[in-house]
């Protein structure tokens, strides 16, 4: 689903303009972005959490050459569903691949 089919989705419901509604997303991605790239964490209760992780610096292999590359220490942005989240899905049956789905709703 793309932000696009989102905000579409939303004015279906809801009535307001497709112009409200995007600025609202929009808004929302920004402060989501906004909040991680300060490395603080945001809690949307029964949806997840997105945060910040550190990942340690490393030594990893380039593919083509085997030569040794280092990797240095990096902030990363994660998500972890929420168990309700997790529990909703799983309850929805069978997995289709993406070709097979139709648009989902909000």
């Given at each position: ?5 989102i ?8 009535g307001?303009t497709?112009k ?14 906004d ?9 949307i209760?029964g ?6 992780k550190?990942r340690?610096a490393r030594?990893?292999?380039n593919?083509?050459?085997?030569e040794?590359?280092?990797?240095p220490e ?9 168990k ?5 899905v799983a309850e929805?049956?069978?997995?289709k691949?993406?070709s097979e ?6």
């Amino acid at each position: 689903m793309t932000k696009a089919e989102i905000v579409e989705d939303i004015a279906a419901k809801t009535g307001l303009t497709k112009k409200e509604i995007a600025e609202a997303v929009d808004m929302f991605l920004k402060i989501v972005s906004d909040a991680l790239a300060e490395g603080k964490h945001l809690e949307i209760r029964g949806f997840g959490t997105f945060k910040v992780k550190q990942r340690k610096a490393r030594i990893a292999r380039n593919p083509r050459t085997g030569e040794p590359a280092p990797v240095p220490e990096r902030k990363v942005p994660v998500f972890k569903v929420s168990k309700e989240l997790k529990d909703l899905v799983a309850e929805q049956g069978e997995f289709k691949p993406q070709s097979e789905q139709s648009s989902s709703t909000l």
